[in-house]
Structure formats: structure tokens, C-alpha cells
């Protein structure tokens, strides 16, 4: 009769449990159905590896490898438990029930044991670097839910232990040391104890065993520990092609009412998975240059607002619209519709807040450098930066909302095509001054390997001019045919692009793409990453048919191919500097090295935080143009981790960082002690006397 009680009470709270456990994942579903539909590309193969690769082998939590180790032991410990609490459930039904695996069963018993015990550890450890080490990228929220997981883990991994070994008292079992060895320990110690004391305890411990199963299962949707539901989910529908490519707007489109994203419910649903995926690790907000520099702007903070409220309003609009569960799974044009009528008469008449103002602060838009140390660090794939765009160009495009210096670099771009207004007549005088350099426009030569995008910094910039210089110096010596637009030449549009204005960077990539293709261009080298990256990456949507290199891999090339042999001394010891739209943009990082181990005298220092984990200069994403007005300046805190090498040089491959460092140094007062120069500098003086 007893068994029959404790069978019928399992059945009731399993299907409430059950219930629950569904309602909120679906909830959370149609949450993520009231974005917009989008294109997806197949593209299996990538996507397989990407969960191979970052779901099942946790490739990314490995960045920090005792966060790693843990994570692994737990993610890998609940599938194996899994199996386990299938027959836990039936032992509480059937006295001494186990799984007929005959003589095998014993090496069943050793890996869940072993496995409990480390999962027990794993917690324990976790709860250490939480509460006792306080690693600082935890210590962001302070709500209880953190501390409800360790003790609900170790509660469930604890019990298991105590409910076998209190299981072998009630059978009169011997404690099995081998096979069964934690389980074993709890049954010696309490070995004097009756059979009926035991089965009492058993009993006890099953249904704690059970009520945390079942609590952390409805627990689990609506908590942070939903990334454990979605995360293989986000992996696998991330977009695929090269990292942080902006998604295009099509200005042609005569239903659009707006450009951006001012409402929640305006992203794509791909982009809302990314909100319930987050796992709330802190890796992203503890490696963002703004964040760390003492800006609002928090990348992880940023997420868990946007699935707050999207699970607000989600809430909300699903509740009063009758219309949501039957058609939750259409996604016509007219569903779509219907649904954001429902959102905007619902959030009208209940005043919810507003994506950007009241949830997100245009300070957190602006701060943002585009660097991608967020989405580089983050282990179930979420992309923070194109979020943070959409709502710039909202911002932008359909408030015309913006900060002044943001509104000046339109400005001057759309009538001179440079970011400080100067006559674009005189792009091309950079070549003055250099008697020694040959620079020809493609309408002084007959034909031409090479197209020098020179870029409005390396035309206009009194600075990078001198790495233009170089870098033609290189090219006379290799004997590389090469020509320049010269005047016709335009601002390339990726600031533009990054701060919000998608108009006016697809009107100079058309104007671009028509003189490449006026010249028929078939090579294009660079000496900016960012005029790099959007022409390699991003021009082709438009119409772009040519091969793009950075200075640095044409420089490497000609090394290689022995059309240019460093050979005089450079005795400077650089601390290399890479730049973001480079390295976790395009993944260049040894081949600088390279080059600089090339170079006779050199010696390369290493910053603590390199290649993946470079820390950003604080000049992208449109900031080389605004002021910083919160915190410290991002160039100065890269400068001093640059300084503390004690190097003789900062070595860049970037206009843009060459500048922020430039100014980094004359901030410390060190610019008479430590040189700042681009790799074709340091290259060309190991070519001339």
C-alpha cells in the first residue's frame, strides 16, 4: 500500500512537473516567434562541425581552461546521470531494482559513482571561484539564482550517493569499495544502523533526489541555466560565412516602415535564440574593452536585458492575443504582421518600456568598439555586435538620433569623402614629399597588378600618410606593378557601416565597385583592416569580383617570393599590437610575426593579451571619431599594457590603432622614449639604409 502511495504521488508531481517544464519551453518558443523570420543557409557541414567543435567539444570555455575542465566534467556528468536516474526511479518502486546488465552492472556502478563524485567536485569547485575566489566576470548580479543552482546540483548529485548507500543497509547488502566505493563508504558508516532505519533513509533521500530533478526541470526555462535547452540550438543556427558581417538592408523593400531594430520583437529569430542561449559566464563583458574601461556598456548585461524583456513582452502579448498558439508555427507575411500589430496595441496600452531608452541606454549603443572580443569568447555563440548595429541604425536611419561627432562623419563623408572634411582633391598629395617613391593613378599607367586602396586615413592623416609612403617604397623595391584611384577614390563606408548609416555605406560601396570596375581591378591591397574586411567580406554581396590583401600578407608574399630580403639591422624591441579587424575578424595573426622575425634585430614582445585575446585600441565601430566621455580612454589602458613590456617600439598593422597608440603615448609622456610604427615602416627600414 505504501509503494502504491509513493507511486501515485511520483505520478502527480511528474506530470505537474512535466507541464510546467513545457509550458515555459514553449513559452520561451513563441517568445522567439515574434521576431522576424530569417534567411537561413544550409550549409550543414559547417554547422555539424560548429557543434561538434563548440557544443560537444566546449572549444570556446576552454579560453579559460579551469572554468573548462569544470564545465566539461558537468556537461558530460548530467548525461551519464541521466541514464542513472532512470533506474534511481525505479528502485523506488522496485525494492533493489537494477538495470539487467548482469555482470556488467558493477561497471555501470563505477561510472556513476565516479561520475557523481566528480560532477559533487565540479559543483563544489564552481561554487569556490563564485563565493571564495570571487572571480570577478561572476560577481556581475548578486539575485540568489547562482546560488540556488550550486546547492540544487550538489543536492542532486549528493543524494545520489546517500540514496545507494542507504539502499544497501536496507538490502543487507555489503559495501562494495571497488565498484561502488562512495556509496560504499556511506553504507560502512552507518552499517549499525537497522535495515528498517535504512530503508526509511532511503526513501528520504529518493524523494529529495526526485523534488530536485523535478524543481531544477522547471527551473532550468526560466533562468540562465536555459542556455542548457538552447545553446546546441544557437550553435547550430548561428550564421554562417565570415565572422561579424553585417546583414544588408534592402532600401527597396516599399513595405518597410522602418530601418533597424527599435523594438524587440524587429531582430530575427535567429538573433532572439542568441538571448535565451546565454549562459550569464561574464567571458564576454570581462575581455570588452568598453566595459573594462569603466563604460556602461556591459556585453553580457546587455543580452540578459534584452531576454528580460523580450520575456516580458513576449509574455504580455502571448497572453492576450488568442491568435499566437495556432498559428505559432506559420510564418507567413501576414502572421508576421498580425503579430507585430499585436505587440505595438498591446505594449501601447500597457506602456511597456522601450527596447532603446528605457532598456538598453544609447550610451551602451555608442560605446561599443565592434571589436568582437565579446563573440570571441563566448561559448555558445552569441553575436553582441550586430544587435548593437541594428539599433545604431535605428538610431540613425529612422530617428535620425545620434551623437554630434557622429553627425559631423556623415557629414563630411557624404560631401568631401573623408572623415575630416578636407577637399577631396587633395586625397591624392600624399604622394608629396617622397621624391624617392613612384605612385602612379590608373590613368597614368597602361595596366596594373595591383589597385592601392590607399583609404582616407592613409591619404588625409599626416600620420599614416608616412605608412603609405612606406608601404609604396616596398612596392617600387619589389618591382610590383601597382596604381591608385587617386582622386576618384572613396571612403570605403565600414565606419559608416559600424555606426548605424547602412544608406550611406551602400551608396560608396556602389560608387567604389563602379571605378573598380571602370579599371578593371582584379587585385586590391590595403593598409587599413577595416577597409580590408568590408571589401573582402562584404563588398562581394554588391558586386565585387577581386582578390583583397592587407598590406602585411602582400609583404609576407613578396618575402617569401625573395622580391624584397630584409637585411639592415633594426635593434628595436616591439610590443606587437593586433588589430581587431585582422585578427578575430579574419584570423591574421602569425603572419605579421612573420615578418617582423624577418627583420634582422628585432625582437618581438608579446602583450598578456594577444592575437585572439588582444584588447581593441578603442578606435572602432566609429569611436576614432567621438569623444570618450565615461571612464578611461581605451587607447590609453592598451597603451599601458603595451609599456609595461618595456619596449622600445609599439608595432601595428592599422592606421586607426597606429593613431590611438600614437596618442597613448603622448598621453603617458613617453613618445620620446617609445617609437609607434606600422609593420611597413619597420620593414622598409630594414630594406633602406
Known sequence: MLGFINFLAFLAITGYAVYLFVHLVYSRYL????????????????????????????????????????????????????IGLIEITIKGFIKGYEFPFGEAHKYFSFLQEWTTFLMLS????GFYRRYGEKLKRLQWKRDGKAAFVYIALATLTLSILLLLGFEKVMLGHHPDFIYAPFSGVIAFAFSGISTTAGTVWFYAFWWVHMLTVFSFMVFVPQSKQAHELFAMFNIFFKKVGPVGKLRKIDFDDEEAEEYGVGKIENFTQMQLIDLYACAECGRCTNMCPASGTGKTLSPMDLIVK????????????????????????????????????????????????????????????????????????CPVANEHVDKIVDMRRYLVLTEGNMPHEATRYFQNIERQSNPWGINRKERIKWREGREDIVVPTVDEVEDFEYLFFVGSMGSFDNRSQKISQSFAK??????????????EERNSGDTARRMGNEFLFQQLCQENIA?????????????????????????????LHAEVYHHTELIFKLIQEGRIKPTYEVQEAIAYHDSCYIGRYNNIYDIPRQILQFIPGVNVLEMERNKQDAMCCGAGGGNMWMEETQGKRVNIERTEQALRLGPTTIGSNCPYCLTMLSDGTKAKEVENQVKTLDIAEIVERSLVS
Not at 122 to 125: D, P, Q, T
Not at 339 to 359: H, T, W, Y
Not at 474 to 487: E, H, M, S
Open 474 to 487: 616596398i612596392l617600387n623595391l619589389a618591382g610590383v606593378k601597382f596604381a591608385i584611384l587617386g582622386n
Open 31 to 82: 517568445f522567439v516567434k515574434l521576431g522576424k523570420k530569417a534567411a537561413f543557409e544550409p550549409s550543414l557541414k559547417e554547422r555539424i562541425y560548429a557543434v561538434l567543435v563548440n557544443g560537444l567539444g566546449q572549444r570556446k570555455l576552454f579560453k579559460d581552461k579551469k572554468s573548462g575542465y569544470m564545465h566539461l566534467i558537468l556537461f558530460y556528468g548530467f548525461f551519464i546521470i541521466q
Open 122 to 125: 565540479a559543483v563544489i569547485y
Open 515 to 543: 571605378s573598380f570596375q571602370a579599371y578593371n581591378v582584379k587585385k586590391i591591397v590595403t593598409i587599413c583592416p577595416h577597409t580590408y574586411n568590408t571589401f573582402k567580406h562584404e563588398y562581394p554581396e554588391f558586386g
Open 306 to 377: 534584452m531576454r528580460d524583456h523580450l520575456t516580458d513582452k513576449g509574455a504580455v502579448v502571448t497572453s492576450r492575443n488568442p491568435w499566437v498558439p495556432g498559428f505559432a508555427f506559420k510564418n507567413t507575411r501576414a502572421n508576421q504582421l498580425a503579430m507585430q500589430a499585436a505587440s505595438q496595441e498591446v505594449a501601447a496600452a500597457i506602456a511597456l518600456p522601450s527596447l532603446i531608452g528605457d532598456v538598453i541606454t544609447e550610451e551602451e549603443i555608442w560605446a561599443c568598439t565592434t571589436c568582437r572580443n565579446c563573440e570571441d569568447q
